[in-house]
């Protein structure tokens, strides 16, 4: 009778997580918006986006930055100036969160986290 009772609870739990899991999970991985961020307009906002291969990544010594572009969920292409510090393979990595704020035509990122 025990054993039946623990069965049945593993299965409860096990599929609550798996409900929280798809639930939640999607939209944490789920591309942001530029037009989102405008609206809010601080300066730490961070986005999800994607990187767009095609157009590399410049490093600027001199003016200690780093430029790369990027794409949100609404197809919206935007120049990136980040930190010289910022290493990363466009190959490899898909999408990247940007800490940081508008600019204009760009975004200023004072972060790049790659995960």
């Known amino acids: ?7 049945i609870l593993i299965v ?9 899991f798809i639930i939640f999970l999607p939209k944490y991985f789920e591309l942001d ?11 730490n906002d961070r986005i999800r986006v994607q990187i767009i291969k095609d157009s590399g990544i410049k490093y600027y010594p001199n003016d200690r930055k780093v430029v790369f572009y990027v794409v949100d969920k609404e197809n919206i292409k935007m120049k990136v100036l980040g930190p010289l510090n910022v290493r990363f393979s466009p190959d490899t990595i898909q999408d990247i969160i940007l800490v940081g704020h508008l600019h204009d035509n760009s975004f200023i990122a004072s972060e790049v986290i790659i995960e």
């Open 12 to 20: 409860l739990i096990i599929s609550f997580s798996f409900l929280v």
């Open 33 to 43: 918006s530029f037009s989102e961020l405008k609206k809010i307009g601080s300066f």
């Open 1 to 7: 009778m025990n054993s039946k009772r623990n069965i």
